[in-house]
């Protein structure tokens, strides 16, 4: 069986003025190009509330590391209560939105992702003495640059979010 673990998940929550569409486009960028990793939408739904809308959508993003490691990024965004604004700045008028946002981040070390010492219960046995022996310092080294690379486009979007809200 694939073994996998969870050792990153945090949120981050803003509310304030911002542009959606571009700051969806920056995260998958970010995901994309930054962590390297392929991602595909799970779930998208938006729902209408008068004027204003709530968002929910998810992604799901990974990397193969090497044959053994993998990386899985699950990232959940729910945007509520977003409406249009307009801003002048510089005497020109900005079209931007308005609303809650909570982003929701969750990393996964896949360990033997292809199920190669699965064959066997002798694998299995071989896996265990590999994963404890063997290889022990790698799988904190991955550990540890999964949660980096979540900690890091977390921390962007933060970034994103204040730059943005403040202009």
């Given at each position: 069986?694939?073994?996998?673990?969870?050792?990153?998940?945090?949120?981050?929550?803003?509310?304030g003025i911002f542009?959606?569409?571009?700051?969806?486009?920056?995260?998958?960028?970010?995901?994309?190009?930054?962590?390297?990793?392929?991602?595909?939408?799970?779930?998208?739904?938006?729902?209408?509330?008068?004027?204003?809308?709530?968002?929910?959508?998810?992604?799901?993003?990974?990397?193969?590391?090497?044959?053994?490691?993998?990386?899985?990024?699950?990232?959940?965004?729910?945007?509520?209560?977003?409406?249009?604004?307009?801003?002048?700045?510089?005497?020109?008028?900005?079209?931007?939105?308005?609303?809650?946002?909570?982003?929701?981040?969750?990393?996964?070390?896949?360990?033997?992702?292809?199920?190669?010492?699965?064959?066997?219960?002798?694998?299995?046995?071989?896996?265990?003495?590999?994963?404890?022996?063997?290889?022990?310092?790698?799988?904190?080294?991955?550990?540890?640059?999964?949660?980096?690379?979540?900690?890091?486009?977390?921390?962007?979007?933060?970034?994103?979010?204040?730059?943005?809200?403040?202009?």
């Amino acid at each position: 069986m694939v073994e996998k673990d969870v050792i990153f998940s945090s949120k981050v929550k803003y509310n304030g003025i911002f542009p959606f569409s571009d700051f969806y486009n920056f995260c998958y960028d970010w995901q994309t190009q930054e962590m390297g990793l392929s991602i595909s939408e799970k779930k998208y739904s938006e729902k209408l509330k008068g004027e204003s809308r709530d968002i929910e959508f998810e992604w799901g993003g990974s990397k193969k590391v090497t044959d053994y490691f993998k990386f899985e990024v699950s990232t959940k965004f729910k945007i509520i209560g977003l409406v249009d604004v307009e801003l002048t700045q510089e005497g020109k008028k900005i079209k931007m939105n308005k609303g809650n946002i909570e982003i929701k981040a969750e990393g996964t070390l896949v360990r033997d992702y292809e199920g190669k010492f699965e064959r066997s219960a002798f694998l299995k046995f071989i896996r265990g003495i590999y994963e404890k022996w063997v290889i022990q310092s790698r799988i904190k080294e991955y550990e540890d640059k999964l949660i980096g690379a979540c900690e890091e486009f977390l921390n962007q979007v933060k970034a994103y979010l204040d730059l943005e809200g403040k202009r």
